[in-house]
């Protein structure tokens, strides 16, 4: 028999009203109430997009003929739709200006997800859904989404409950508009660990939000996941731009030494650790912290480069180009910031805010398992195009001006 325990940690016992993968904030203590239910408070307010001081910053994106063809997510979109039944086709698709756009959550939700569930579908509907996602993104972007699901499913495995949410295919696909060369269009994935929205503008794309995440991050060395990892080079990255900057850079990039619960502020210390850009938070005030590329040598300013590209490149592979051209335009404005440690086993957080591209990557205490401090093997992530695109609105706003007005 299997030893239900993770690098010595156990599964944590959790009381969660929880029924077919809805959590039900009315059976929760208020405090917790309140905070599961952000997203579904703010997905209505009017967008403004993540800020540095509430205005977003004008000219950053432009609606432009890239060259590049969508043939393929197109066609893939189009097989999906045709392999569902018409009693599934009003939940499958929803409008493109759908508020539901914006109504996600990384952990489990609070109100009845629209969309498919992946695993109430024929085998045939769910491999034409999941090849929308593949044929919209790099081979590395879909990979790192299927390695999450599994990793979900292992943990499911190894707490032996919650397996209505802790599954391979215990997720949500939607599509937004009518698949289209012409108009836009795109998709939402969304489900524990795994939130992604892609949209597609004329022949540009958009890949923000993405959250990705996992508890472990790394499955155990028997079963049918032995072996299956992920996050290694956001990790591997961080920590090699982390360990690049000097003493005497401290005091422009280094937030605190340590993630232990007693040295974090106290709004930094629950359950949803220092991530600030995630689910319900697509309106987010953040202002400037870290150092600038400005004050970075040039070996700091490649390393900054590689680790952004980790994330950029789950774009397809002109999409990535031109989002880190993108990128590189706009590195002397753009800031990174640490807290933690930075040996081999450390716990960090670390955040690039760049005028086009923020990324957040945090260790996290566990939820399922019972280590109380953060450790390396529990990864949150998320993506965003701040100053107004995240959900390609930028774009679209472009869109149909030029050519609805």
Partial sequence: MRDHTYRGHRPRTLELPIADGILFPDLLPDELAREVSVPLRNHRDPYVGVTTDGTP???????????????????AATAYLDTLEPYQLPVARLRMDSPDWRLWTNALPVWT?????????????REAALAVIEASLSADGYAAIRTAMKL???LGDLIQTYRDSLGEYTYQFTIFGEPSAEEPWGWQFAGHHVDVHCVFVGSQLVLAPVFLGAEPSQAWEDGPYAGLSLFERETEGGLAMRRSLTEDQ???????HSLRIADLP???AGPTGRQ??????DNLVL???????????REQRQ??????????????DGHAGLKRRQFEEHLGDTRFAWRGGHGDTSAFYYRIHSPVLLIEYDNESGIFLDNDEPERFHVHTITREPNGNDYGKNLLAQHYQRFHS
């Avoid at 997800?113 to 509907?125: A, D, V």
């Avoid at 401290?250 to 605190?256: N, T, V, W």
């Avoid at 390393?303 to 397809?316: C, M, N, S, T």
């Fill in 276 to 281: 600030l850009s995630g689910a319900g938070q």
């Fill in 152 to 154: 979900n499913d292992a």
């Fill in 303 to 316: 390393l900054l480069l590689e680790l952004a590209d980790v994330y950029i490149k789950r774009l397809p």
């Fill in 57 to 75: 910053v004008d000219g950053l994106y432009r609606l432009a003929e890239t060259g590049l063809s969508h043939r393929k997510a197109l066609d």
């Fill in 113 to 125: 997800p629209k969309g498919l569930r992946l695993s109430r579908l024929t085998p045939q509907q």
């Fill in 266 to 268: 106290p709004e930094l």
């Fill in 287 to 297: 202002p400037p912290e870290g150092i600038s590329g400005k004050e970075l040598s």
């Fill in 250 to 256: 401290e005091d422009r990039f280094l937030m605190g």
